[in-house]
């Protein structure tokens, strides 16, 4: 699937936590109903052979709506999935070595907390930065904060299109306007939503008013 910036709008980032009145696979598919425009499957506990099972599945989901599908840190249960990509940190593997394997038309993405970073990963191949913590993370507790106006520096310094990343919900999303990034990620404020297709919406739209001058 070719990558396009816009398809960073709204990017949705799993996370098993809230799994109970539904399933994985019903939350996402609820969030694809809302209007989310990129998924990123995260299991740090999964073993290798549930890992890819649920990321076959989750793949032909999101395909179903037309969304890339991408995953986290695991380019083996990527490339074998059918994922459309995969999101990196920055302790993991080299984003050079991954575009090396995997030709240009795979999507990476690289997390950047710092202009160096963000700068790197550009040089090295990646398609889009993940760029954050910009808000306390109840998903990454010890994430490093990022102010606005360095959201808006790291964005700045590169021309790879970028998203905001880390505690983003519907309340604090107006606070990181004008930092130049072309969407929002969300954890906890989509899947522990007790309606996740409708606070997807809701979502898509806060993300297309604080970005509409970034597009």
């Not at 998203?163 to 919900?169: E, F, Y």
Request: net charge negative.
């Amino acid at each position: 699937m070719q990558f396009r910036k816009e398809q960073l709008l709204l990017y949705a980032v799993t996370d098993r936590a809230w799994v109970g009145r539904q399933t994985l696979m019903e939350q996402i598919e609820d969030a694809l109903k809302g209007g989310v425009t990129m998924v990123q499957l995260r299991e740090k506990d999964l073993d290798q052979e549930t890992f890819l099972e649920e990321a076959i599945q989750a793949a032909a989901l999101c395909h179903r709506y037309g969304v890339p599908f991408l995953i986290n840190d695991n380019v083996e249960i990527a490339l074998k999935s059918g994922a459309d990509g995969v999101h990196v940190g920055i302790e993991d593997q080299p984003v050079a070595e991954i575009r090396a394997r995997v030709g240009k038309d795979f999507i990476i993405g690289a997390t950047a907390k710092t202009v160096e970073q963000a700068q790197q990963a550009e040089a090295a191949g990646a398609d889009y930065l993940g760029v954050g913590a910009v808000f306390p993370s109840p998903t990454k507790k010890t994430a490093i904060r990022i102010t606005r106006e360095k959201l808006q520096e790291i964005c700045a310094s590169v021309s790879i299109p970028a998203v905001a990343i880390g505690g983003i919900n519907l309340e604090n999303a107006e606070e990181i306007r004008g930092g130049g990034m072309c969407g929002i990620a969300v954890v906890s404020a989509l899947f522990a939503a007790e309606d996740v297709r409708r606070a997807a919406e809701a979502l898509k739209a806060r993300a297309e008013a604080i970005t509409e001058n970034d597009l």
